[in-house]
């Protein structure tokens, strides 16, 4: 099946520092998301994208939807303690249901 | 955006026993819904996918017989774990998506099921 590879698995930072975490796949894509998790909380949606080079922006993150359809980013700006939590990037093609893959996530640390 | 409300956000069952799970769409029409297992410190395994009105579909792996499905309105949505074991202790989150062309699902809070 399809598998995403997404890092970094970890990241410990200062607050106000920049944060990058991206997504590859083997296989394309024709929907990348990305989801935050709190601890003992379902994922919540932060990005959508559905047009290959789409960039989207929402408060102090971006994302965008790779050129090759295979691969996904999501940078956080200036970033706060409440950016705690585990990052999930995830993958959807046409045909499948709208089921979608999901990347083994980035957790986040923020020290203020 | 759309609310999915789960529902317990914890239980804790003997063994032997059932517990059912239930998803609901709030504000919006789920003509999907997805439920999900995760393992501590893990990404979110599919279980299985129902779509209102017909049988859920199953992953590879799931047992059918022991996580019943039920998607009987496209509201609400139900996952019973059956004669639970303590392997079955988890956390289960659902995910609902509308009907038309957005394709984003949005999940409900998660179950911490503790089987004893």
């Known amino acids: 099946g399809q598998q995403l590879n997404q890092s970094p698995q970890s990241m410990f930072i200062q607050e106000g520092e920049d944060v990058s975490m991206n997504c590859t796949s083997s296989s394309i894509f024709n929907t990348w998301l990305w989801y935050k998790q709190e601890p003992g909380e379902g994922p919540v949606l932060l990005i959508a994208?559905?047009?290959?080079?789409e960039l989207t922006s929402n408060g102090r993150l971006t994302a965008q939807f790779g050129i090759t359809r295979k691969d996904s980013f999501l940078n956080i700006s200036a970033s706060i303690p409440s950016d705690v939590g585990i990052y999930f990037c995830?993958?959807?093609?046409?045909?499948?249901?709208?089921?979608?893959?999901f990347g083994k996530g980035t957790l986040l640390t923020v020290n203020p | 955006g759309a609310v999915v409300s789960q529902h317990p956000s914890r239980v804790i069952c003997k063994s032997g026993t059932s517990v059912k799970i239930e998803c609901r769409s709030l504000d919006f029409q789920a003509t999907t819904m997805f439920w999900y297992r995760q393992f501590p410190k893990q990404s979110l395994m599919l279980m299985a996918t129902?779509?209102?009105?017909?049988?859920?579909?199953?992953e590879q792996g799931v047992e059918k017989d022991k996580f019943l499905i039920n998607h009987a309105s496209l509201t609400l949505s139900t996952l019973t774990v059956t004669s639970a074991h303590p392997e079955d202790s988890s956390f289960y989150i659902c995910?609902?998506?509308?009907?038309?062309?957005?394709?984003?699902?949005?999940f409900g809070q998660g179950t911490r099921l503790t089987v004893v």
């Open positions: 995830a993958g959807q093609t046409k045909g499948s249901n709208y089921k979608l893959t």
């Open positions: 129902s779509n209102e009105g017909s049988k859920a579909t199953y």
């Open positions: 995910s609902a998506r509308s009907g038309g062309g957005g394709t984003e699902a949005f």
């Open positions: 994208l559905y047009k290959a080079g």
